[in-house]
């Protein structure tokens, strides 16, 4: 048996960076940008006001308060995205609204709230100042945000929501992202029917190409399925070539030691291939190699192949510590584990069998501290359990058990924002 750092050593030796794509900037999220973006322009481009008001002097409110306002005479109005004609002079102020370029001569901004403005009719040519302003207030200066000719995102960013808006500010509509990875997902069974048919007695419908594809997405792959092939040779070669065309391909099922499970057989004539018992629980038959073949258009390919184990839960838990970190790796991002948190069990595991065990927890902050508890009984068939688990509690291998009330690390599955 090998550990888990062991299999996802060799598996992220066999993975690179992919190349790069041009993209428009909302398809991009959780890419990686792949070229450095300096900015053409300077923003704002120009002092603006930072709240609706008036332009003034500073000079001309010194003294003003609520008993006795500085009436200044209104000269003109400016609205964002407009120039200003006029200059403010000595005892004038001009109406600004936010966003609007300061006029010539003015050095601050007094707000609405700080003038007579409501007092007044609408087209009033005079306006009462309420109180002194410091000069330079609610003013925002040319290039506060960026400067024309500077370096906004480096190489290696991952865009996010603010990302996208800075590019848009830019007026940039597309940039050049690592692309992302397409990873083919075939599952193996005779039982398996698809989940666009009548279920016969005795069959189950094939979830893993599901939850795996699911996967895929939520980690930024583009998934292809390949359907389900059946636990024989010839159906198997079919499948497996279908996906050379792919970054990666992920098998579920066909690894174990059962009469059927034909994976191993045929992909040790396939390409290279180890098979490992990992030092973990759930998902001790794990799969990885290289498939080597010639896709339809005649042109070889190695493609890594991650065969995950079939059962359903044990092949979510396996994607998440070994397909992630690869997919990641491919998109060309640096951090490749999931965040962790330590928090009190609040019951008591046993671990027979030295393996590491990852037990499915809701895991919930009380009074600034972790708690986790099981999600109920642990079968690695038992797919709903996922669904309850926000975390997976994990007891190292050379621990025979926790008590409840004990310290453990989690490995976060979600932190739910909804
Ligand atoms: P295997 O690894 O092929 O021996 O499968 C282990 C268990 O997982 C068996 O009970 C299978 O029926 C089940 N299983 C395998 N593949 C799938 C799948 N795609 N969807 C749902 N269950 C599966
Ligand atoms: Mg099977």
Redesign the pocket.
């Known amino acids: 048996m090998i550990s888990i750092e062991q299999a996802l050593e060799k598996i992220l030796s066999y993975v690179d960076v992919l190349g790069e794509e041009e993209t428009p900037i909302l398809e991009c999220l959780r890419q990686v940008l792949a070229e450095d973006i300096y900015s053409g322009i300077t923003i704002p481009p120009l002092d603006n006001a930072a709240m609706d008001g008036y332009a003034v002097q500073s000079r001309d409110t010194q003294g003003a308060s609520r008993q006795s306002p500085r009436f200044l005479r209104v000269i003109d109005t400016v609205a964002a995205g407009s120039i200003p004609e006029c200059e403010v002079e000595p005892g004038t102020a001009i109406r600004i609204m936010t966003g609007a370029p300061i006029p010539r001569g003015a050095d601050s901004v007094v707000r609405f709230e700080d003038t007579d403005e409501v007092l007044r009719k609408r087209s009033s040519s005079e306006i009462g100042v309420l109180g002194e302003v410091a000069a330079g207030l609610d003013i925002r200066r040319a290039g506060e945000d960026i400067t024309r000719g500077s370096m906004v995102l480096s190489q290696g960013t991952i865009i996010r929501p603010p990302e996208v808006g800075v590019l848009a500010s830019l007026g940039r509509s597309r940039v050049k992202v690592i692309r992302r990875p397409v990873v083919a997902i075939l599952?193996?069974?005779d039982?398996?029917v698809d989940i666009e048919q009548p279920l016969p007695a005795g069959r189950?419908?094939?979830?893993?190409?599901y939850s795996v594809a699911a996967l895929v997405k939520r980690y930024g792959g583009i998934p292809r399925i390949l359907g389900?092939a059946r636990?024989n040779e010839d159906s198997l070669v079919v499948g497996l070539h279908q996906g050379l065309n792919a970054d990666m391909l992920i098998t579920?099922?066909?690894?174990?030691a059962?009469d059927?499970?034909v994976?191993k057989d045929v992909l040790a004539k396939q390409g290279e291939i180890a098979f490992w018992t990992v030092r973990m629980k759930p998902g001790k038959?794990l799969a990885f190699g290289i498939i080597k073949g010639v896709n339809q258009d005649g042109i070889a390919r190695d493609i890594p192949h991650l065969g995950l184990?079939?059962?359903?839960v044990?092949?979510m838990v396996t994607f998440e510590l070994f397909a992630r970190p690869a997919i990641l790796k491919m998109m060309g991002k640096k951090k490749l584990t999931k965040p962790t948190v330590d928090a009190v069990l609040e019951d008591s595991m046993v671990n027979s069998d030295g393996r590491r065990v990852f037990a499915r927890a809701i895991v919930e902050k009380r009074d600034g501290q972790y708690f986790a508890r099981l999600t109920g009984p642990q079968g690695?068939?038992i797919?709903t359990s996922m669904v309850l688990a926000n975390g997976l509690v994990i007891v190292p291998e050379d621990k025979a058990g926790v008590e409840a009330g004990e310290v453990v690390r989690v490995m976060m599955l979600d932190w739910s924002e909804e």
């Open positions: 599952a193996t069974g039982e398996l189950i419908y094939n979830s893993n190409t389900i636990d579920a099922g066909g690894v174990s059962g059927y499970d994976v038959p184990p079939g059962n359903p044990s092949s690695s068939g797919l």
